[in-house]
């Protein structure tokens, strides 16, 4: 379900380690994401990516088998099973009861409206300042594009809102300064022409849109949330 990019994406967050705290992940599937971001996280700090998925069977969202055992046979082969603390369970359920502060959360479970919503409500308030957000299936999924309008792109208090291909990963601050609102009308703009553009019959515009906001938005602001300077991401 991942490209190449948001898998590359996935590896350099899992390694930010410029705040305290835990990195959730909501919905591991067969653990595509898990595996990226603990390979990432395993090469500069110890901690153990929380990865949250019930492994039910879930016809609305179109899963309909039970692939528990598939998951924990994939992060062992990857090498990285003591770095994943799987817990089986809803992201509802595993947020009762939840007090870790959190410096990386990743939201790919439920897409529909309603559930991430919920995760958001759920997850956000443990994200420390500076801390950074990332959700999956933000172009095409109505629930996580809905949520990202309400509760983020409307909201100052996130800023660097950096998007590559479905993911869009942004951090959270007290209050955005005017120079990171600014970026924000850029990247909304841009995701507008992108998203416009992926339905239009001009040839080549789509990946024309995409890439726009791969070198815009990733390759400039994704290093900025990351406080690192590297040119390598989102290539
Ligand atoms: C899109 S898949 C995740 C893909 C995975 N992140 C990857 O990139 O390889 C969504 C997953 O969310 C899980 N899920 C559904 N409802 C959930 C919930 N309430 N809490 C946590 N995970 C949930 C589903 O079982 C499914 O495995």
Not at 122 to 147: N, Q, S, Y
């Amino acid at each position: 379900m991942l490209t190449h990019a948001e898998v590359d994406c996935l590896y350099h967050l899992g390694q930010f380690n410029q705040r305290e705290g835990a990195s959730v992940e909501i919905g591991s599937w067969k653990g595509k994401s898990t595996i990226a971001l603990a390979l990432g996280a395993a090469k500069v700090h110890q901690e153990k990516i929380c990865a949250i998925e019930p492994h039910k069977i879930l016809p609305e969202e179109k899963y309909f088998e039970d692939i528990e055992a598939e998951f924990f046979a994939n992060i062992k082969q990857a090498g990285i099973d003591s770095q994943v603390a799987p817990l089986i369970m809803t992201s509802e359920e595993a947020a009762r009861g939840w007090t870790k502060p959190i410096r990386l959360l990743w939201i790919d479970g439920d897409h529909r409206y309603e559930s991430t919503k919920l995760d958001f409500a759920l997850w956000e308030p443990h994200v420390v300042e500076g801390g950074i957000l990332a959700m999956h299936d933000t172009i095409r999924k109505k629930g996580p594009k809905r949520v990202l309008w309400e509760y983020v792109f409307r909201s100052g208090r996130f800023q660097e809102i950096a998007i590559l291909d479905s993911i869009t990963a942004f951090r959270k601050v007290e209050r955005a300064s005017l120079l990171a609102r600014l970026r924000k009308c850029m990247t909304l703009t841009m995701r507008a022409i992108y998203i416009a553009a992926r339905k239009s019959r001009v040839p080549h515009s789509k990946e024309f849109g995409r890439k726009l906001l791969r070198q815009v938005t990733a390759q400039t602001w994704l290093p900025m949330i990351l406080l690192v300077f590297s040119a390598n991401i989102a290539r």
